[in-house]
């Protein structure tokens, strides 16, 4: 297996853009999560999935983020609008089981200026 | 005061030495993780335990649920073990768990 795939891996966009940032997971993982990491904070849990259902979204900061998990294979963060201090690593992970090791995708490193 | 706190947030040793890193926490938990994200930016898991003690290769990570505390050691350090150690902790809260991060330890190994 691949691994925990991420697109982009970087992005650079202007505020007021729409961002979106896209996950595939290892095959045969139910878990998915979203986190994002930036020098003030570390590293947040900001949504996760099971069995592509949203099961905790409470780390997500406000209404302008948003995620999706179409199918099994598949997952986006959006950000609509961007703002500067959304500038950070943002890092999908994958697991059999949430009690098991999580396998991180590359990251995306998102930029807005 | 976090709920997760880790110590030393900066460590340098140098190659050969015996390393310990350490994680507090405050909060009930399920389990715990640590976590090595290397200079380059990739976080990879390293262990997830709720009781005892593990061993992969040079690393061996603790965990006393009584005392809420976690060790993190490397031995017979290398310059490649050079990289930020984060503790992650499964709270127990009343809707279920949630991982909470420690702010990370540098280590940097030196030849």
């Known amino acids: 297996d691949a691994g925990v795939i991420q697109s982009p891996r970087h992005e650079v966009t202007e505020m007021g853009q729409e961002v979106t940032l896209r996950c595939k997971p290892i095959?045969?993982?139910?878990?998915l999560f979203w986190y994002r990491q930036t020098m003030m904070r570390g590293l947040e849990l900001l949504i996760y999935?099971?069995?592509?259902?949203?099961?905790?979204d409470s780390g997500m900061p406000e209404d302008r983020f948003s995620a999706k998990m179409p199918n099994a294979s598949f997952s986006t963060l959006k950000i609509q609008p961007s703002e500067p201090r959304d500038s950070a690593v943002y890092f999908c992970?994958?697991?059999?089981?949430?009690?098991?090791?999580?396998?991180f995708g590359p990251g995306t490193r998102l930029t807005v200026l | 005061k976090n709920e997760v706190e880790q110590s030393p947030q900066n460590l340098t040793a140098q190659e050969g030495e015996f390393i310990t890193i350490n994680c507090s926490y405050s909060?009930?938990?399920?389990?715990l993780h640590w976590l090595q994200q290397h200079p380059g930016g990739g976080i990879v898991s390293l262990f997830m335990?709720?009781?005892g003690k593990k061993k992969h290769g040079r690393l061996i990570a603790t965990i006393n649920i009584q005392e809420k505390h976690s060790s993190l050691h490397i031995t017979a350090s290398h310059p490649r073990d050079s990289a930020v150690y984060i503790c992650?902790?499964?709270?127990?809260?009343?809707?279920?768990?949630?991982?909470?991060f420690g702010e990370g330890t540098q280590l940097t190994v030196n030849p």
């Open positions: 992970a994958s697991s059999i089981y949430y009690y098991n090791e999580q396998f």
């Open positions: 095959s045969g993982h139910d878990y």
């Open positions: 999935f099971n069995n592509n259902v949203p099961i905790d």
């Open positions: 909060v009930g938990i399920s389990a």
């Open positions: 335990l709720s009781s």
């Open positions: 992650a902790v499964l709270a127990q809260e009343t809707s279920g768990s949630r991982l909470t």
